[in-house]
């Protein structure tokens, strides 16, 4: 059990002088002095200043979620400034508390920040989780989504369905519909074209979703495991 610590522990170590770009040597202490080499590198480049920081603030945050909202809530009480309130309303999406993020967000896109697509494209995704598609629909056309937001193009498309504009959803739905990618909004798609009853669209889709992951490495089939049976499953339905 202890070797195969050592040599997962080895394994991390290496992957770090990798993706962080460090000298090359590390590879070759690390790899022949598999222990201490290791803790070397750890205290040297993993735990060390800054790193260490983050690491705690992140073990601190997932112990007490609570914390960095009270802190943030105090830093806005102090100053209501454009940032404070976008730190704020983010800390609440990432607890996916979307109903409480949401006025930080409209509170922010007052003034010379009514129309900042980055914090509009965030508000978008909250009134998504919160099924309110009119204000998706009506945020999302005041950004440019095929430019700088394209993975926001697929719950642009679902708010459109929703608002029963279907010609304008299945004109988004189709700009995500690419060869080797976007699987499981492809999948909707297919799902969106049985519910409008265009069966002859949907077996297209369906097909061509077969047919890529036929020709995947194991890796990527299992992966796509749950898109494939799916597919099949709504094929053989259409």
């Given at each position: 059990m202890l070797y195969y610590i050592i040599i997962a522990f080895q394994a991390f170590c290496?992957?770090?002088?990798?993706?962080?770009?460090?000298?090359?040597?590390?590879?070759?202490?690390?790899?022949?002095?598999?222990?201490?080499?290791?803790?070397?590198?750890?205290?040297?480049?993993?735990?060390?200043?800054?790193?260490?920081?983050?690491?705690?603030?992140?073990v601190d945050t997932a112990l007490n979620p609570t914390k960095k909202i009270k802190e943030l809530e105090k830093r806005l009480s102090f100053s209501e400034?454009?940032?404070?309130l976008i730190d704020l309303a983010d800390a609440h999406r990432d607890n996916k508390d979307f109903a409480l993020a949401i006025p930080y967000y409209e509170k922010a896109l007052e003034g010379n920040y009514k129309n900042n697509p980055h914090t509009l494209n965030k508000a978008i995704k909250c009134y998504f989780e919160l099924k309110d598609y009119n204000k998706v629909k009506a945020y999302a056309s005041k950004i440019d989504l095929d430019k700088s937001f394209r993975s926001s193009l697929y719950i642009y498309a679902i708010s459109l369905e929703k608002c029963n504009d279907f010609d304008e959803a299945e004109h988004q739905f189709k700009k995500i519909d690419k060869r080797y990618s976007n699987y499981p909004e492809r999948l909707e798609l297919s799902k969106f074209f049985i519910r409008r009853n265009k069966k002859e669209e949907a077996k297209i889709?369906?097909?061509?979703?077969?047919?890529?992951?036929?020709?995947?490495?194991?890796?990527?089939?299992?992966?796509?495991?749950?898109?494939?049976?799916?597919?099949?499953?709504?094929?053989?339905e259409v």
């Open positions: 290496i992957f770090h002088v990798y993706k962080s770009r460090n000298e090359t040597y590390w590879y070759f202490v690390i790899f022949f002095v598999p222990v201490i080499g290791s803790l070397v590198y750890l205290f040297m480049h993993i735990l060390n200043g800054a790193n260490l920081k983050s690491l705690t603030d992140a400034t454009y940032q404070n889709v369906l097909e061509e979703i077969i047919a890529e992951i036929n020709n995947m490495i194991e890796v990527n089939q299992r992966k796509y495991r749950y898109i494939y049976q799916e597919s099949k499953k709504l094929l053989k």
